[in-house]
């Protein structure tokens, strides 16, 4: 694959210019406060009219199952029609042995097909907002980059604050990459979340969260990540009546591929292997038909694709 070859060979001017061209395609589609087939409110995208779907989670730095992936979606072909969409839940670095080649790939990709692409942002995408130890990309990027390791950084770090933070697909499926916000917030808030960080809690649950079977009020309790929290199924069920959606699809944690939680509300989505070699990779792909008739998670664990992985 050329995309695959270019990451491996790309130089720092090379990674520069596509962070330039991927930031460009975010700042522009929330100037215009619209995508192909739906419309952008800050940190917020829904889409209404779609033709297919494809959902890939966390990567991890596992450039192997993402080109493995876009690979099996004959990516090229799926993305040159812009009423596709090929949602990525966030999570592109650390842990793995390639941040570089995702991170790469995923500017080229939005950069050349902007209509089709939604790029959203994972935990491990706001070290400066929420330090954490795991962390390694600036390692990774001196490593390879050497004296111009710090202007990639910081090129990243202002790239990452446009990701998009919650997706709905067509009333269906509201996408995010950790969980929902356990006290009073609106669908705004959810557009709104990294400008008022500071003062909400929004952003921070919505990279950080994850669910749990909770039976007692107030339906959370504190995350023992040391940030987030761990909401119940009375969250998920007040974000899907706000929502208009049918099901949270979420990444965040490694499990066999995907898994379930709240009785059907909640999907768990994971696409990285490398660095989780005791669990699957796996991502969605169907068509707005098949989207249309589903009403639960357990509905659209027809469509987890498991990536053959050599």
Partial sequence: MQLERSAAKANAPDFLKQIGLALGALQAERQKKSIAGGKVNGGLVEIQKLEKLAVVSDLHGDSKSLFRIL???????????????????????????????VMYAVCHLKSTYPD????????????????????????????RFGSCSKEVYQRLLSMFKLLTLATVVRQKLLLVHGGLPTENATMESLATAQENHIR?????????????????????????RGLGRHFGSGVSRMWLQRSGAKVIVRGHEPCQGFRLDHDGAVMTLFSCKEAYPK??????????GQLDDINDARDLSRYVRFPELL
Wanted: proline content about 6%; charged content about 25%; hydrophobic content about 40%.
């Fill in 200 to 224: 909400s809690r929004v952003l921070e649950e919505l990279l950080w969260n994850d669910p749990r079977q909770i039976d007692i009020e107030p339906g959370w309790e504190m995350s023992r």
């Fill in 279 to 288: 669990f699957k990779a796996a991502y969605l792909a169907l068509t707005a």
């Fill in 116 to 143: 089709s692409v939604v790029l959203m942002r994972g935990n491990h995408e706001a070290p400066a907002e929420f330090p954490f130890s795991s962390h390694n990309l600036p390692y990774e990027i001196e490593e």
């Fill in 71 to 101: 690979s099996e979606l004959n990516y090229e072909q799926f993305l040159s029609d812009p009423m596709n969409k090929l949602v990525f839940l966030g999570d592109y670095v650390d842990r793995g042995s390639d941040s570089m080649g």
